[in-house]
C-alpha cells in the first residue's frame, strides 16, 4: 500500500519546501517506502483538521494518521523494522534528538534572515497575508527590514554551520560511511533554503557542499530533482 502525506507547496504545487516534510521524504526514501505527496498550503488547515493539529507533515499510512516529523521517523523505524534503520541504536537515536535541537535552534533560526521574504514571494496568494502577518509577529520586525543586513546574516549561518562542517569535513556522512536521519534534519533545512529562495548560501568549497549535494543525489536524485525558486521567480496565476 502507498503512504499518504500532506506537504507544503507553494503557489506552484510541484515547489515543495517545508524541512519538516522533506526531513520525511528522505526517510521515507531511506526506508524504500513508496509516498504520495499531497500539496498543502498554509490556510488549509481544514485538509488536515483530522489529525488534531493544524501542521504538515501528515502521514497517512492505512487508517494510521501520525504528525511531527519526529514522531513520523520514530514510527517508521517502529512499523517497519525489516526495512533500513533510520536510527539505528537507542544511542543514535539520542545523538539526532541532539542534531534536531540545534539545527531547530540555530540553523533554521540562521536560516530564516536570509529566506523568509523569498519565501513570502512563492506563495499561494491566499496564505501571503497569514505568512506575513503570523512571522512578523513571531520575529518581531517587518519582513524586509529582518534580512536586511544580508552579509552579517551570511557570517551568522556559516558560524551557524561549523559543527557540522568539522563533522563532514573527514567522513561522509554525520554517522560515518551511510546516511541516517541524523543526516537528513539538517539537510531539511538547508533543502528548504534551496527550494524556497533562488540565493546559494553554500560556498563552493565548504564540506557542508559536498555533504549537501551526496545526499541530495541518493534515491534517484530525489532532492536534486526537486523544483526551486529562481531569480526573478513569481508564482503562477491561481
Known amino acids: 500500500m502507498t503512504l499518504k502525506m500532506y506537504d507544503l507547496a507553494a503557489a506552484d504545487p510541484l ?77 543514535a537515536k539520542g545523538a539526532a534528538l541532539f542534531i534536531r535541537r540545534w539545527s531547530e535552534g540555530q540553523l533554521h533560526p540562521a536560516l530564516v534572515r ?32 529582518y534580512v536586511a543586513p544580508k552579509e552579517e546574516n551570511l557570517r551568522q549561518l556559516r558560524a551557524v554551520l561549523t559543527p557540522l562542517r568539522l563533522t563532514v569535513k573527514d567522513q561522509l556522512f554525520i554517522g560515518g560511511e551511510r546516511p541516517a536521519y541524523a543526516d537528513y534534519i539538517p539537510f531539511g533545512a538547508l533543502q528548504w533554503a534551496r527550494c524556497a529562495s533562488p540565493q546559494d548560501l553554500l560556498e563552493p568549497d565548504d564540506p557542508v557542499t559536498a555533504w549537501f549535494e551526496r545526499l541530495a543525489g541518493l534515491y534517484d536524485g530525489l532532492a536534486a530533482k526537486a523544483p526551486r525558486a529562481v531569480a526573478g521567480y513569481r508564482p503562477p496565476s491561481c
Not at 504538515?56 to 513520523?72: M, Q
Not at 521574504?117 to 518581531?140: C, Q, T, W
Open 114 to 145: 536570509l529566506i523568509v521574504v523569498d519565501i513570502l514571494n512563492i506563495l499561494h496568494p491566499k496564505d501571503v497575508a497569514y505568512f506575513r502577518e503570523s512571522r512578523e509577529k513571531m520575529l518581531g520586525a517587518r519582513l524586509e527590514d
Open 15 to 91: 515547489l515543495r519546501f517545508s524541512p519538516y516534510c522533506w526531513r520525511t521524504k528522505m526517510a521515507l526514501a531511506h526506508k524504500g517506502l513508496s509516498v504520495e505527496t499531497i500539496p498543502w498550503r498554509f490556510t488549509e488547515k481544514q485538509e488536515i483538521a483530522f489529525s488534531g493539529q493544524g501542521r504538515v507533515p501528515v502521514l497517512l499510512d492505512g487508517d494510521k494518521v501520525i504528525y511531527d516529523s519526529w514522531d513520523i521517523a520514530c514510527y517508521l523505524d517502529e512499523a517497519y523494522p525489516d526495512r533500513p534503520a533510520l536510527f539505528g541504536s537507542v544511542d
